[in-house]
């Protein structure tokens, strides 16, 4: 069995930053795509920014420049720093990856979440 666990989350003031950690663990052969996505409180569950195994970024126009994805393929684990932080980025903050396991299946995993909120 395979999973995820976000790590990281937590207050900050608005202007200040957190890094978010998201650490993969089972057996695993690879991990196709790791992502992070964020769920506000009365909003739909939004994708914030994601990476591929070939280290292709992506992210969503409201955190572009502010926030930067990472990965660690040794440590199957991804990271999220966010800059700047503004109140609108306060959310539940969720892992997802595309996890490949022994029988070559791609496992869809998700984390439980990790809530960071921005607030003076």
């Known amino acids: 069995q395979v999973q995820v666990e976000e790590s990281g989350g937590g207050v900050v003031q608005p202007g200040g930053s957190l890094e978010l950690s998201c650490a993969a663990s089972?057996?695993?052969?690879?991990?196709?795509?790791m992502e992070w996505y964020r769920q506000a409180p009365g909003k739909q569950r939004e994708l914030v920014s994601s990476?591929?195994?070939?280290?292709?970024?992506q992210y969503t126009d409201s955190v572009r420049g502010r926030f930067t994805i990472s990965r660690d393929d040794a440590a199957n684990t991804v990271y999220l720093q966010m800059n700047s932080l503004k109140p609108e980025d306060t959310a539940v903050y969720y892992c997802?990856?595309?996890?490949?396991?022994?029988?070559?299946?791609?496992?869809?995993?998700w984390g439980q979440g990790t809530q960071v909120t921005v607030s003076s």
């Open positions: 997802h990856a595309e996890i490949v396991d022994t029988l070559g299946i791609v496992r869809d995993t």
């Open positions: 089972g057996i695993i052969v690879s991990i196709r795509l």
């Open positions: 990476m591929t195994a070939r280290g292709t970024k």
